[in-house]
């Protein structure tokens, strides 16, 4: 049974890049599908970031490709996402999840990481 | 950013008959992309609730059911239950954006 944990700092100041990782266990990324970030700012509702292939293949949010960066770390069976330039409008949640392109969607979610921006 | 439309609220007594619909413009569900649908407890992960329209994943009750028309979709539920109040997304593909996108979400209250 597949499980994704997401790690992250919890705070991060304004302008500074955010790191975070999504370690994933009972399936190894290398061997197929597609893994995801989502985001879910307080209150509000659920926004996609970015997906990438186990061969490596990438796709973005338009809102959002000029700043992040997603990667694959196979040797450790995790994957990470870059934030560049933040603002207090990043600030949410943070998931990351198995994304299922046979019929486009996210079928298997971590429980999340709250990311706070502030001096 | 959310670009289908959900009621932002819908509510109903135990028992009771809930829809919620979801609404895009063709590029996404009118496209011939299929629409999911999860449901978020406060606090806690979404999960999937409906995917394909109307395929329940292993564990869903049968009182929850999907379905697509034009450029148009809803979740019914059906014998609503105390511990169906949640918020409710639905999710498709933009083609034109090549992006995922979400409802706006429904909050179901249970009177």
């Known amino acids: 049974q597949v499980q994704l944990q997401e790690s992250g700092p919890g705070l991060v100041k304004p302008s500074e890049t955010l790191s975070l990782t999504c370690n994933v266990s009972g399936y190894s990324i290398s061997s197929g599908y597609y893994w995801a970030w989502m985001r879910q700012p307080p209150g509000k509702g659920l926004e996609w970031i970015a997906t990438i292939y186990h061969y490596g293949s990438t796709y973005y949010n338009p809102s959002l490709q000029s700043r992040v960066t997603i990667s694959l770390d196979t040797p450790n069976n995790q994957f990470s996402l870059r934030v560049t330039s933040v603002t207090a409008a990043d600030t949410a949640v943070y998931y990351c999840?198995?994304?299922?392109?046979?019929?486009?969607?996210?079928?298997?979610w971590g429980k999340g990481t709250m990311v706070s921006v502030s001096s | 950013q959310s670009v289908l439309t959900q009621p932002p609220s819908v509510s109903g007594a135990p028992g009771q008959r809930v829809t919620i619909s979801c609404t895009g413009i063709?590029?996404?569900?009118?496209?011939?992309?299929?629409v999911h649908w999860y449901q978020q407890f406060p606090g806690t992960a979404p999960k999937v609730l409906i995917y394909?329209?109307?395929n329940r994943p292993s564990g869903v009750p049968d009182r929850f059911s999907g379905s697509k028309s034009g450029t148009s979709a809803s979740l019914a539920i059906s014998g609503l239950q105390a511990e169906d109040e949640a918020d409710y997304y639905c999710q498709s593909y933009d083609r034109t954006l090549s992006a995922y996108v979400f409802g706006t979400g429904t909050k179901v209250t249970v009177l």
């Open positions: 999840a198995r994304d299922r392109r046979d019929y486009y969607y996210m079928d298997v």
């Open positions: 063709s590029s996404k569900i009118g496209a011939g992309y299929d």
């Open positions: 394909g329209n109307n």
